[in-house]
């Protein structure tokens, strides 16, 4: 087990340097300029070039990447060029909005897709399949937002029960903050749930082919005791590498469902640095997410040696 998490460590570090380079290669090839944006088209070029050298723009772009690298390895993210804020305090201030929001969504999706898939595949072609695949085939097909605008419109407008918009913050409350992101995650989990329901019911009909399977019945154990004791688990590796697919998606493309909401999350300030190019603010947060995504593969690659030793014996 130690081998295979160290390789795995490597991997992750790799995955990290090349995921740093493309993505301040990709920021800083984009048009336009940050100090011509926030002073206006009719700037003075000493006024310009002033601005340049305080964000530092005036540097190479070798020197700006590694004073970035090196930043974020000691835990400083820079200054954000307009708000003149400390991009740590900004992303601190709204990972306490997202990530809160993509937990939430997560357990949703996990809770309504595993009994879902489960009573599917265990009545494959009945009418409880059908009925369950039919739902998850329209929560596949449907966006996210337009769940969204229904949900605001039944339970914001009609019945009353939530507000349509905003985050009152943690310091009203557990029960009123996650009162706010009710909505949202449900917006968020209903797709995601039809997917992993879908996943799960397959991964399980599979299982429920093997040989192990008949000689689990064989041995005496009711279909329900064989599905439990010796299928769910050795269907749970693909089910894995979607759960953890879906936090990171779920932490890093809420922006539409943050807009929908008015909630001050990571979407939110990606979508309005992008706006107001303000470089350091995108490149911090962009990584940030990707090195979400990445430490989540992570966890789920041990969590596939937890759960199938047989991944550990082969590194």
């Not at 009719?42 to 090196?70: C, F, H, M």
């Not at 060029?81 to 809160?100: C, F």
């Not at 009152?168 to 039809?194: E, F, S």
Request: overall charge positive.
């Amino acid at each position: 087990m130690l081998r295979y998490t160290i390789k795995r460590l490597l991997s992750l570090c790799v995955s990290l340097a090349v995921a740093s380079l493309v993505i301040f290669t990709v920021i800083e090839i984009a048009p336009g300029d940050p100090a011509s944006f926030m002073l206006g088209m009719n700037a003075q070029p000493e006024t310009l070039a002033a601005l340049r050298t305080e964000l530092g723009l005036d540097s190479s772009k070798l020197e700006r990447y590694l004073s970035w690298v090196g930043g974020l390895l000691a835990g400083d993210f820079g200054t954000s060029y307009t708000y003149r804020t400390p991009v740590s305090e900004m992303i601190a201030a709204r990972l306490w909005v997202s990530l809160p929001l993509a937990l939430y969504a997560l357990t949703l999706s996990t809770l309504i897709a595993f009994p879902a898939g489960i009573y599917a595949a265990s009545r494959r072609g009945a009418a409880g399949d059908l009925g369950v695949m039919g739902a998850t085939q329209l929560g596949v097909a449907v966006p996210n937002f337009w769940f969204a605008m229904m949900l605001v419109l039944i339970f914001s407008i009609n019945l009353r029960w939530f507000a349509a918009g905003g985050f009152v913050g943690w310091d009203k409350g557990l029960w009123a903050g996650l009162h706010a992101l009710t909505l949202p995650a449900i917006a968020l989990a209903l797709p995601q749930a039809a997917i992993l329901a879908r996943v799960m019911r397959s991964s399980l009909l599979d299982v429920l082919g093997e040989d192990y399977m008949r000689t689990a019945r064989a041995k005496g154990l009711t279909e329900r005791q064989a599905l439990w004791r010796h299928g769910l688990r050795n269907a749970l590796i693909p089910v894995l590498t979607i759960i953890g697919l879906q936090f990171s998606f779920l932490l890093a493309g809420a922006i539409i469902i943050e807009q929908v909401f008015y909630l001050p999350g990571l979407g939110r300030l990606v979508f309005q640095s992008i706006s107001a190019r303000d470089l350091i603010v995108v490149e911090s947060v962009v990584m940030l997410l990707v090195f979400s995504v990445i430490i989540v593969n992570f966890l789920v690659d041990l969590a596939y040696a937890a759960v199938d030793p047989r991944l550990r014996s082969r590194t």
